[in-house]
């Protein structure tokens, strides 16, 4: 089990009163929380923070916390041999083989005494639904509009029949919903942590996470392609091919077409849910000039700068 | 067909109970009641055993069950931090939209 410095983690006098350590939890959540804070390594941080605060605002979890002796944070430790004994829950007394469990899991629960008493654990007294989980599932385009089978990596500390803990790895597959689509969440029921004492399991909620695509952008169930077109082509209108998930299309590009200019392509963005009609593909012209010129090209783009009387800076005047 | 798990999308349905929001959520019946009343939730019906909610209630459930536990707000300041995460959201989906109709990018 690796040691985490909970006191160093908040900024705290392992002697700091209570008040200390609400006034440095709050200040800390409030620079770190992910729903605020946009810098790098937020989340992690304030998971991190809140274990802390969770821990050590609670006398009973900071006194177990403070009797596990202090060490280097991700020094490899156990327990000292009377720990189990004092602290840990009737039924929870394996801790010789604490192995990767997490500090934090074992303290915030698992392995905490319920009550004074510390009551024998049985049938209906120990009852209590699973934990939920989150995770991030990161998708292509492609898995959004086929619905495809993903396989997400879980990992869990879990209290196996026996009262030992231990750390779980499991593959879970799951199928894409149709019509599911960036930053949208899914929900397995009864696919979380398991329930202890014949309660129900918890849920899993999956997070999509899209992964970037060479050619097209999403948004929402539209997808953004950029189509680069030369001047004559924009000026004289053309047809082209552009991709779309599911093959080629012919597109139109009229003419006096602009640059930023969004042709849509009806129906070939991303499914939606249910019979609701497919997004859209927005093909985006934009007009590039060939860098090098022949000298050919070079006098016919002189001829055409005399031939014509275009001005297009004219609301400068 | 045994191997896959049905996993559901979180989005408008009308089908989400009070008891199961509560459930899903981690918030009590009183609280959610009192987000109705502020405005985080819209179920449609008019007697609580009639409400049903919109599954994205659910994330949004979450979200203000860990805001309001995270930065020990009341019923008022979390309902006000849920309204303006969803407008933050809103936002950055249209960031999201000028940035495909940018060129170049």
């Known amino acids: 089990m690796k040691y985490k410095d909970y006191y160093e983690i908040l900024g705290v006098a392992r002697d700091a009163p209570e008040a200390d350590i609400k006034k440095a939890y709050r200040k800390l959540a409030r620079k770190y929380h992910p729903d605020v804070s946009k810098e790098k390594g937020a989340e992690e941080k304030f998971k991190e923070v809140a274990e802390a605060y969770e821990v050590l605002k609670d006398p009973e979890k900071r006194a177990a916390y403070d009797q596990m002796g202090f060490y280097q944070p991700g020094q490899d430790f156990r327990p000292p041999p009377d720990w189990g004994e004092r602290f840990g829950s009737a039924g929870v007394h394996a ?78 597959r799951v199928r894409i919903p149709k019509g599911a689509t960036a930053g949208q969440r899914l929900r397995v029921p009864g696919k979380g942590g398991a329930g202890m004492g014949g309660g129900p399991a918890g849920d899993l909620y999956i997070n999509i996470q899209l992964r970037p695509h060479d050619l097209f ?43 930023g200019q969004k042709l849509r392509v009806r129906g070939k963005g991303l499914p939606r849910p249910k019979a609701a009609e497919p997004g859209d593909l927005y093909a985006v012209l934009q007009i590039v000039t060939p860098s090098v010129l022949s000298e050919r090209e070079r006098e016919l783009y002189r001829q055409l700068a005399e031939a014509s009387s275009f001005n297009p800076r004219a609301h400068f005047e | 067909m045994s191997a896959e798990r049905i996993a559901s999308l979180l989005g408008e349905q009308l089908d989400i109970e009070l008891d199961e929001l509560a459930g899903a959520t981690g918030l009590s019946v009183e609280e959610i009641v009192e987000l109705v009343e502020y405005g985080v939730f819209e179920p449609v019906g008019g007697a609580r055993v009639e409400w049903r909610f919109s599954s994205r209630c659910i994330t949004l459930g979450r979200r203000a069950s860990r805001l309001r536990s995270d930065f020990e707000l009341d019923a008022p300041g979390t309902a006000l931090v849920v309204a303006l995460l969803e407008r933050i959201e809103e936002l950055e989906a249209e960031v999201n939209r000028l940035r495909c109709e940018l060129l170049g990018d």
């Open chain 1, 217 to 259: 952008k999403v948004s929402g169930h539209d997808l953004y392609l950029e189509v680069p077109v030369t001047p004559w082509e924009a000026a004289l209108g053309t047809t082209v091919e552009v991709p779309t998930l599911e093959g080629k299309v012919s597109l139109k590009v009229p003419p006096g077409s602009r640059a």
């Open chain 1, 95 to 172: 801790f010789e083989d604490v192995g990767d469990i997490d500090l934090f899991d074992l303290l915030s629960g698992l392995g905490l005494g319920r009550g004074a008493t510390g009551g024998r654990r049985g049938g209906t007294e120990f009852h209590m639904p699973g934990q939920d989980y989150e995770v991030t599932m990161h998708a292509g385009i492609e898995d959004l509009n086929r619905g495809a089978e993903v396989e997400i990596p879980l990992s869990a500390t879990e209290m196996a029949p026996d009262g030992r803990l231990r750390r779980s790895t499991r593959n879970i």
